[in-house]
């Protein structure tokens, strides 16, 4: 089991002051850590990801769009340019730090709505936009990961099959989806039962409780869960994303009101040695 554990408990943007982390990251169990890329430049994260590397620690990235002039959905193909342009960006950033994998929801600004279901050309419009950056990511040897989210951060992609309709469409070996346990547990009929079929299109898993807290003090099925994953052959990184209301931008995003656990040190210690058993004992 690779296990991750996303920054994003601590920061939008990881700097020195963060770097003492990444050394408690590692003797905690974990195999790598998730950086977020929401600004800053590729020498700033060359720095960053050569403290990670120092302790021995693999390295994925989440990144969003920030606003509606930078969005794959639009149709101003300008727009969408920028778009891409961003994700070309994050990359290059990602690259810099050493790392392998790009996620997010880096199709919409969060919390944009035209209050519609998505249209074709919306979809269409990240297609496009998705194909080029995976084009762009393969020349420098970087994975994409595309996320859907949950019906009240976007609209143009919400479900396991929304986003494995996108990857198949894309058509790239380098492209897929996260899937989150999180999200798909709002938006799933059955969060276990999209998994096999959509497997071929998964390429990252964010392990998040349901209430976006520490894993295993909630009530997302682990065991079947990781079954699932375990019975498709899944070898991805599993990774924790938790947050609370220490930074308030993303927490406003992501509708986050209340605190979801005591202390920052529970989520990152209790939900490894949580994890690591409910894995091996599916």
């Known amino acids: 089991m690779l296990l991750g554990f996303n920054l994003l408990l601590w920061t939008t943007h990881v700097t020195e002051e963060h770097f003492p982390l990444f050394a408690e990251i590692k003797k ?3 195999d790598g850590v998730e ?3 929401f ?18 620690l693999r390295m994925t990235a989440v990144t969003v769009l920030p606003d ?21 960006w994050a990359l290059d950033c990602l690259d810099a730090a050493g790392g392998e994998l790009l996620c997010g929801p880096f199709y919409q600004p969060l919390g944009v709505f035209t209050g519609e279901p998505a249209s074709k050309e919306e979809r269409a419009g990240i297609v496009d936009v998705h194909g080029r950056a995976a084009d762009y990511a393969a020349k420098l040897g970087l994975k994409l990961s595309v996320e859907p989210l949950n019906r009240f ?17 894309v058509d790239r070996p380098n492209y897929g989806l996260l899937y989150d346990t999180f999200h798909q547990n709002i938006e799933e009929k059955d969060p276990v039962g999209v998994i096999l079929p959509n497997l071929a299109q998964i390429n990252h898993v964010h392990v998040s409780e349901n209430d976006r807290g520490t894993p295993g003090k909630g009530h997302v099925p682990w065991d079947a869960t990781f079954k699932a994953f375990k019975k498709g052959g899944y070898q991805g990184f599993y990774t924790i994303e938790a947050f609370g209301r220490a930074l308030p931008g993303l927490a406003a995003a992501t509708r986050v009101w209340r605190d979801f656990f005591p202390a920052r040190e529970e989520v990152y210690r209790f939900g490894h040695d949580f994890l690591r058993d409910a894995y091996a004992k599916a």
């Not at 590729?42 to 990670?52: D, I, L, N, S, T």
């Not at 951060?153 to 929304?162: G, R």
């Open 28 to 30: 905690t169990g974990y």
């Open 35 to 37: 950086l977020p890329i």
């Open 39 to 56: 600004e800053g430049d590729p020498e700033h994260f060359r720095k960053v990801g050569q403290v990670a590397k120092d302790n021995g």
């Open 68 to 88: 509606e002039q930078s969005s794959a959905i639009s149709a101003d193909a300008a727009v969408r340019d920028n778009a891409l342009k961003r994700l070309t």
């Open 153 to 169: 951060e976007c609209h143009a992609l919400n479900t396991v099959d929304d986003a494995a309709n996108v990857v198949r469409q």
